[in-house]
């Protein structure tokens, strides 16, 4: 596509319930990203896919949070048994390579607001 | 332990005049340096960037700033347009094998027509 695909662009959902995000990258960016954004706060690494290589999930603050990418492409972030301190903006981002998104940046989607109630 | 710091939440300049935003790190080993433009309800959109080999990159109305030394970053907006209003955030790269981006907690500009 044109650009970063996010679904849902909002969701509700009781506290202990699972949840999935999607995000469908740009055709042809090797590299996706997960951030989020939680109130006041400045975009927080989640995790990092490049093509084939391991991801980096340095970034997930629990246990409950797992992320995948299937075929190099589309990528779903799962967070179980939600928790009110989840609730927050996440982002989605890719970019052509590794290289490119040094100096030139990621494109981000539009995000998914998350609220756990 | 904050290592990129933006220490104004916000920003008021009248259409015309420069917008200087500011940002501070603490890593010296930070190799690159970008800025983001975010509008409510859209994900931020990259705007102009510096490697640490270069103390100035310029692009039409907006210049990065590179002090190695202070480990200090800003960005110029000038002519600022009531257009420019939004949250700008300053991000660090470590470079080498790793992509990741560390963001500051943004500073909210706005132009006043």
């Known amino acids: 596509g044109a650009g970063v695909s996010q679904s849902p662009s909002n969701k509700v959902t009781e506290k202990g319930k699972d949840v999935e995000l999607r995000c469908d990258p740009i055709?042809?960016?090797?590299?996706l990203y997960w951030y989020r954004q939680s109130l006041g706060q400045g975009l927080e690494f989640l995790i990092y896919?490049?093509?084939?290589?391991?991801?980096?999930k340095s970034g997930l603050p629990s246990d409950r949070f797992s992320a995948e990418r299937t075929g190099g492409s589309v990528s779903t972030l799962t967070i179980q048994r939600t928790q009110q301190e989840d609730s927050a903006v996440y982002l989605c981002a890719s970019s052509l390579d590794n290289s490119a998104g040094k100096l030139y940046g990621y494109t981000f989607g539009s995000g998914t607001r998350l609220t756990v109630v | 332990d904050q290592q990129v710091k933006q220490n104004s939440p916000s920003l008021s300049v009248q259409e015309g005049r420069i917008s200087i935003l500011n940002c501070d790190y603490t890593?010296?080993?930070?190799?690159?340096f970008l800025w983001y433009k975010k509008y409510p309800a859209e994900g931020p959109t990259f705007l102009i960037s510096i490697s640490s080999i270069k103390d100035k990159n310029e692009d039409g109305r907006f210049t990065v700033f590179l002090n190695k030394s202070a480990k200090h970053l800003s960005l110029h907006i000038v002519p600022s347009q009531p257009g420019d209003s939004a949250v700008y955030f300053c991000?660090?790269?470590?470079?080498?094998?790793?992509?990741?981006?560390?963001f500051g907690t943004g500073t909210l500009l706005a132009v006043q027509p």
């Open positions: 890593n010296s080993m930070f190799d690159y």
């Open positions: 055709s042809g960016h090797t590299a």
């Open positions: 991000a660090v790269n470590y470079g080498g094998a790793t992509n990741k981006l560390i």
């Open positions: 896919f490049q093509g084939n290589s391991a991801p980096d």
